[in-house]
Nanobody, 122 residues
Framework: QVKVVESGGGLVQAGGSLTLSCTASGPASGTVFYDNDTGWYRQVATKQRELVARFRTDGVINYADSVKDRFTMTRDKDRNVLNVTLQMTNLKSDDTAAYYC??????????WGQGTQVIVSS
């Protein structure tokens, strides 16, 4: 079973920076991670979950227009562990949301983390 855990959320002033981390881990044997749709998404309570940044099948990253040039996503993988990091700069009040990491893998299509809250105060 693949487990996905996010961390790094918190309270920050507008214009500040935060880095979110996501670690996905599975059994030492047989765990396979895929790029497509792996990435970060966010949700405000009254709205649907939306894309922040995701990897395409070819490894290229799609960013939401609202975060382009401010957020940077990277990943590194070592056998059965995948780390996906989201560096967020010049944060705005509209970035306030619960941030979720999604990891595509060989079991059931993929898994979501439990989410980490980001609050940007103006």
């Amino acid at each position: 079973q693949v487990k996905v855990v996010e961390s790094g959320g918190g309270l920050v002033q507008a214009g500040g920076s935060l880095t979110l981390s996501c670690t996905a881990s599975g059994p030492a044997s047989g765990t396979v991670f895929y790029d497509n749709d792996t990435g970060w998404y966010r949700q405000v309570a009254t709205k649907q979950r939306e894309l922040v940044a995701r990897f395409r099948t070819d490894g290229v990253i799609n960013y939401a227009d609202s975060v382009k040039d401010r957020f940077t996503m990277t990943r590194d993988k070592d056998r059965n562990v995948l780390n996906v990091t989201l560096q967020m700069t010049n944060l705005k009040s509209d970035d306030t949301a619960a941030y979720y990491c999604f990891v595509r893998h060989h079991t059931n299509g993929g898994s979501w983390g439990q989410g980490t809250q980001v609050i940007v105060s103006s």
